[in-house]
């Protein structure tokens, strides 16, 4: 029985030890208040208090406004980080805590105003979408001009619009956000939520980061004698390119199933070909509209302009081509490791055949084949001269519009036709079942 007695004092004994350690853990984490999710809202509209050290709901953890607690009744969710309540009946402006125990959080204030006044999101355009298109919020009191009033797509702010009115808002949703709840904050008042799914866009290439930088472009030679003089030249910005060149699975997707390879060439992992410089443009374009970027290219019939400064996908300069060819390897013709055989396929290697993207060993840059398989088209002009007058920066082609320039040799040439720095051109508005192409865009 005195045991009896003894276990029993030391368990309880315990017990208010275990209490009080509890009770000074929540002394020394004391709730927490970030923000409020409005802070200016209506009575009878729902509110998001989030912080930290909310713990769980009970009956000694509550929210109070102006000092006076808020009913259970009104509360709807309680988790540690995050409070959803309803705004009682007759609540105006006020002083905003949450109370856990004997600890106060900090107030914040909460700005009761008319809900006839307030900025409410009825519906959206799509409850899915992709980065980049336009999306239409329909509501009221939104105001009939834009002013410093702005959209909240999660944390990503959206301050542009192309339509403003007091009931509709169209604006474009950023590229980077995820999945989120749209809310619409008007000179400072924030509207109620809206979930909106973003559909990220799929993305058919792998690409590598090509450095900005400088490099030793042509040869010193008198034949071919279109590749002299050495000259230095800058790409001064980074660059994306696509690791290897187009495949035939990539031009179906983007081309709406077409294939026009030659068919004893035909295979979903190598390159596609018999493609004209006119038609693997008209490819950029169309792979920049999937990607929601801004098309480089404006096509008028045989007339091709290009603006560098835009985000979407483009044929590679000669220069963009060469720069990433060699790879920063400037003392063979080769990139990478300076032997075709480990490099690229040739007619000493290939068995007179195409092959399969990304089978040889990449260069520096993590670029393939750039070496042999199938030449690839550039963006510029060629003209035999052109490096004895070519800027020394970004340099973008020849005026004499003949004929464009085709790099990196193929399968059934020899070796010597399959350098980094061999020159090829041909009219645009020819094809071949050796010729192919790959892409670049602006980082």
């Known amino acids: 029985m005195k045991n009896s007695i003894i276990l029993i004092s030391l368990l309880l004994v315990g017990f208010v030890l275990w209490s009080c350690s509890d009770e000074e853990t929540l002394t020394d984490f004391p709730p927490s208040i970030s923000k409020l999710q409005p802070s200016t809202t209506s009575v009878g509209s729902d509110v998001t208090i989030i912080g930290d050290y909310f713990y769980e709901r009970s009956d000694n953890n509550y929210v109070e406004l102006n000092g006076i607690r808020v009913e259970a009744q009104f509360i709807k969710s309680w988790y540690n980080d995050e409070i959803v309540f309803t705004v009682p009946p007759g609540t105006e402006t006020c002083d905003l805590r949450v109370v856990v125990g004997n600890s106060k959080s900090n107030p914040v204030l909460l700005t009761i105003m008319d809900a006839n006044l307030l900025p409410v999101i009825d519906n959206l355009s799509q409850g899915t979408i992709q980065p980049g298109n336009q999306l239409n919020i329909f509501g009221k009191n939104f105001g009939n001009t834009q002013g410093n009033s702005y959209v909240m797509f999660g944390e990503v702010m959206q301050t542009s619009s192309t339509n403003w009115t007091d009931n509709k808002i169209t604006v474009e949703v950023p590229m980077n956000v995820i999945t989120c709840l749209v809310r619409v904050v008007i000179n400072g008042v924030e509207s109620n939520s809206k979930h909106l799914t973003i559909d990220q866009v799929e993305t058919l290439l792998d690409v590598a980061e090509i450095p900005a930088g400088s490099f030793m472009m042509g040869k010193d030679i008198d034949n071919p004698w279109d590749v002299a003089p050495t000259h230095n030249v800058t790409i001064d910005f980074d660059f994306y390119m696509c690791t290897t060149e187009i495949t035939q699975f990539q031009w179906k997707k983007v081309m709406s199933g077409s294939n026009p390879s030659k068919i004893e060439y035909v295979g979903d992992n190598k390159p596609v070909q018999q493609v004209t410089w006119h038609r693997a443009v008209e490819f950029c374009n169309r792979l920049s509209e999937m990607e929601n970027l801004d098309k480089c290219y404006t096509i008028n019939g045989e007339d091709v302009s290009c603006d560098f400064s835009k985000s979407g996908w483009r044929l590679p300069t000669e220069a963009e081509w060469e720069y990433s060819c060699r790879a920063g390897n400037e003392s063979t013709d080769f990139g990478g490791t300076g032997a075709i055989n480990d490099m690229g396929w040739y007619n000493g290697n290939s068995d007179n055949d195409i092959h399969e993207v990304a089978q040889m060993r990449p260069n520096a840059f993590g670029l393939y084949d750039m070496h042999g398989n199938v030449y690839e088209w550039c963006w510029d002009w ?30 059934n040439n020899n070796s010597g036709l399959c350098n980094s720095w061999v020159r090829f051109s041909v009219s645009p508005t020819l094809f071949n079942y050796n010729w192919g192409f790959r892409v670049v865009r602006n980082k």
């Open 382 to 411: 060629y003209a035999a001269n052109y490096y004895s007058e070519s800027p020394s920066t970004n340099p973008t082609g020849s005026d004499e519009e003949i004929e464009k320039v085709l790099r990196g040799g193929s399968f």
